[in-house]
């Protein structure tokens, strides 16, 4: 096969492109699927990305394409452009090049930030460099998949558990995680109370205390604040239940927005009403975004004091 000049579009057969990249990208069925369909009416309308590795083109950005023209019949070529980069900004590109469209998953996240500073023995320093975040967002990404037990994590990959919650159970130690995960899904705990559970079983100082908790976990949460109003939390100032009650209503709505994105709910809106909620989804982007990264200096911050 003549390979692409670099930084050329051109057409490259499918049985020609390699997936050694394809374990940082979950597989969406859907999106596939979908994908197919769009091809087989509309044709490839933007190229793949790949990189050369052993005379192999492997695939960065357009695994769903792939996929999908290997459903095609009569595709035998995808338009690809070939880059030059080395193992490490590879990764950096995977992540990079899918800010737009099907944005990466967290676990997806954590898979690059992993593999950049176990595997390439870079700093979560210079990964949060390179990928243009902030450390503690590496930090976050990495203790994803490093502070989660083996079930916990098949269950984030596959989709039966939402980062919200993975990120919650992971303040747990490894050896606990598995009865918590097995408890929530008996109860269908929400992720306020999934929280509240993790919070309980971290503050209890006795055997009996966490068996009554792991035994009737609402009735544990019940317990804790009968004596204060709805929302009042006896530690903190006036101004900081003021500060509380508004991130709890912050909290339970981004839960929504969360649950929303995560069921694909959104491909029941009508054309009409895409036009109207594209920008304010673009404003909930980039605000959550400065958010984000705001309160996590904040709340590094707050716990090293």
Not at 70 to 94: P, Y
Not at 156 to 163: I, K, R
């Amino acid at each position: 096969m003549n390979l692409p000049p670099v930084g050329q579009v051109c057409p490259v057969p499918l049985d020609a492109l390699g997936d050694s990249f394809r374990r940082y990208r979950l597989r969406v069925p859907q999106a596939v699927t979908a994908m197919a369909q769009s091809l087989r009416r509309w044709g490839q309308c933007a190229p793949i990305v790949a990189t050369l590795r052993q005379e192999t083109l492997q695939v960065l950005d357009g695994f769903t394409r792939w996929e999908a023209a290997l459903q095609v019949r009569g595709m035998t070529t995808l338009l690809v452009r070939r880059v030059e980069l080395d193992d490490r900004h590879a990764k950096a590109a995977i992540y990079g090049l899918n800010q737009t469209g099907r944005r990466p998953h967290e676990l997806e996240e954590a898979w690059i930030v992993q593999a950049l500073v176990r595997e390439d023995g870079l700093s979560q320093l210079e990964v949060a460099e390179l990928l243009g975040r902030h450390k503690s967002w590496v930090c976050r990404r990495l203790a994803l998949l490093e502070k989660l037990c083996a079930e916990v994590r098949q269950d984030l990959e596959v989709g039966l558990l939402n980062p919200t919650a993975a990120r919650e159970i992971a303040r747990l130690p490894a050896g606990n995680q598995s009865e918590v995960l097995d408890l929530s899904r008996r109860q269908a705990l929400n992720s306020d109370e999934l929280g509240g559970v993790v919070g309980l079983l971290l503050e209890a100082v006795t055997a009996e205390q966490k068996a009554f908790v792991l035994a009737k976990p609402r009735e544990a949460l019940g317990q804790t604040g009968t004596a204060e109003p709805k929302g009042y939390d006896p530690r903190l100032s006036p101004g900081g239940n003021r500060v509380s009650r508004q991130l709890a209503v912050l909290l339970d709505r981004l839960a929504w927005v969360e649950n929303f994105l995560e069921c694909h709910r959104w491909t029941s809106l009508q054309a009409a009403d895409r036009l109207v909620l594209g920008p304010i989804f673009q404003r909930l982007s980039r605000d959550a975004k400065c958010v984000s990264d705001g309160a996590a200096d904040l709340a590094v911050e707050m716990l090293q004091r």
